[in-house]
């Protein structure tokens, strides 16, 4: 069965750290893939996409991520984290390359940012 | 601003008391969809509407049905809930398999 995995399950940085959080998907096809953000009390957030062409896809306030097909990886990097970036991301795959609708969440990953 | 509604934000139900969701949207998306999120679990897709066809996932459970009368609502019905059942209910929306755009949620408990 597909499935995507988020390693870390709480990250906790300080103010201007840099991050980078970790996501592996399992499908050998065509993928479309998706980084959400869910913000304290908040709805999920689309913060980047990928759908083709370049690996290295930049999202909404200074996030970025990279496709790495051969190690079936997405990614998502910030180089200077703000106390306002707490809060749950996601990772997402639409397996077939957006012929189906089944988007398959991972876990998720907490993010505390220390002012 | 175009976005997704969901009501009520939070419910309760008692154990075996049909209850419904609901979700609108201003959109104007074709597919709608309905996921269920437990506490720190991944949201799960229960099904989707591509517009009138409904799509259910092979795992979901007989004791949740969908309805979706026009292009703006869906709904939710969980016919018997249980306990097991109490979770994050979260619909969302894509302009065919592009992007989906999610609603608040409702937080159901099982009482």
């Known amino acids: 069965a597909q499935s995507v995995s988020q390693h870390n399950h709480h990250v906790i940085l300080s103010e201007a750290a840099s991050l980078e959080l970790g996501c592996n998907y399992s499908y050998g096809g065509t993928v479309n893939l998706f980084w959400y953000v869910q913000y304290p009390g908040q709805h999920l957030q689309l913060l980047l996409k990928?759908?083709?062409?370049?690996?290295l896809v930049k999202g909404i306030k200074g996030f970025e991520a990279e496709f790495i097909k051969s190690k079936f990886s997405f990614n998502l990097r910030k180089p200077s984290v703000q106390w306002s970036d707490t809060a749950e991301y996601f990772c997402?795959?639409?397996?077939?390359?957006?012929?189906?609708?089944?988007?398959?969440f991972g876990k998720g990953t907490k993010l505390s940012v220390k002012p | 601003d175009a976005m997704v509604i969901q009501n009520p934000r939070y419910q309760v139900t008692q154990f075996g008391k049909p209850v419904t969701l609901s979700c609108s949207q201003t959109?104007?998306?074709?597919?709608m969809y309905w996921y269920q999120q437990k506490s720190s679990q991944a949201p799960k897709l229960l099904f989707h509407y591509y517009d009138k066809d409904f799509n259910n996932e092979a795992d979901t459970p007989d004791n949740f049905q969908s309805r979706r009368p026009n292009t703006s609502f869906c709904f939710l019905d969980i016919r018997s809930p249980g306990l097991g059942d109490a979770a994050m209910y979260l619909c969302?929306?894509?302009?065919?398999?592009?992007?989906?755009?999610f609603g608040p949620g409702t937080r159901l408990t099982v009482l």
């Open positions: 990928y759908f083709s062409g370049d690996p």
């Open positions: 969302a929306t894509s302009s065919h398999y592009n992007e989906q755009f």
């Open positions: 997402a795959v639409n397996a077939g390359g957006g012929s189906q609708g089944n988007l398959i």
């Open positions: 959109l104007n998306h074709n597919v």
